[in-house]
């Protein structure tokens, strides 16, 4: 095993952890931790059971959102010294909405050698089982805390033609898809990934508005961290909608909720709902 890698001095190796499978570790990043000199963790106590598990001796220091630029400095001077620094986070790939980006930056700055040691990420994880376009996609992190805030950033991607993928806690998941839905539209496709490898794991794959009321039927399904895959953006083409059918969906839609005359209309002419819908919704805010 020992042939898989090589530990340099004065290198730091960013190194990807299980985000939910023990079994999701390689043996890279097991020999990579057992051999270099020390281990930036984001939280020690959960990295120490990590290495525990895998026999790993490496010692630890602690690097968190709240520390890494003042401790930044201090693991510079290390590397320079000619130590070897293993970055982890909690979970997953590092730098992927935690921590390390002060420190590379750093080590960028001082002509310290950066090496990848590949392995688990949530966000690459769900967009691989998603059944959305992954030839282009955008990685958006978590969606701000605040509904204005969140609804912002959402009308601010509604044109976005690539695949998104966004993250979310457990406490603001069914709020983040119902501004979702007002943004969106029902029939908007999101795929939803929790508890990725773990035992619980769950993908959904389903409109909108199937969504949230799945979500809504059991309290245990808000439980867990959460991937997001929204469907990029398809642009209506007006020349390719029979003109008598944008007129009967305006005029429908003055009259009762656009949901309702886009399906009316929809099954009138042969056209996709969902096509309708996003018209509606792009005439209403033009």
């Known amino acids: 095993m020992s042939s898989l890698i090589s530990i340099k001095p004065s290198t730091l190796y960013i190194v990807a ?16 931790l057992k ?22 001796e490496g010692r630890l220091y602690p690097l968190h959102d709240h520390n890494e630029q003042q401790k930044t400095e201090a ?20 730098l992927i909405n935690d921590p390390g980006y002060h420190l590379v930056k750093a080590c960028y700055q001082n002509q310290i050698t950066v090496v990848p040691v590949p ?20 990685y958006e992190g978590f969606l701000p805390a605040k509904s204005k805030a969140r609804i912002d950033l959402l009308t601010q991607l509604k044109q976005e033609p690539r ?19 007002d ?9 939803l990934a929790k508890e990725l490898t773990k035992s619980w794991e769950t993908i959904i794959h389903s409109p909108l508005k199937d ?19 929204v469907e990029g953006y398809d642009k209506v083409n007006e020349q390719e909608i ?8 305006n005029r429908l839609q003055q009259e009762i909720p656009l949901k309702k005359a886009a399906g009316i209309v929809a099954e009138i002419y042969g056209l996709k709902k969902n096509q309708l819908y996003q018209l509606g919704l792009e005439q209403k805010t033009s």
């Open 17 to 32: 952890t299980p985000i939910g499978n023990l079994g999701d570790i390689t043996l890279r990043a097991i020999e990579t």
């Open 35 to 56: 051999n270099v000199d020390l281990i930036a963790a984001e939280d020690t106590r959960h990295s120490g059971l990590l290495l525990q598990h895998f026999a790993i």
């Open 75 to 94: 693991l510079i001077e290390k590397l320079k010294s000619g130590l070897s620094i293993a970055l982890i986070s909690d979970a997953g790939t590092p």
């Open 119 to 138: 392995g688990a990420c949530a966000a690459i994880t769900a967009l691989s089982v998603s059944g959305l376009p992954t030839d282009r996609f955008c």
């Open 163 to 181: 695949t998104v993928v966004f993250y979310e806690s457990t406490h603001r998941i069914l709020d983040s898809l119902q501004d979702m839905l």
């Open 183 to 191: 943004v969106y539209g029902p029939e908007k496709i999101v795929v």
């Open 211 to 229: 969504l949230i009321e799945w979500l809504k039927a059991d309290d245990n399904r808000r439980k867990g961290e959460f991937v997001l895959i």
């Open 242 to 249: 029979d003109p008598d059918a944008i007129k009967l969906l």
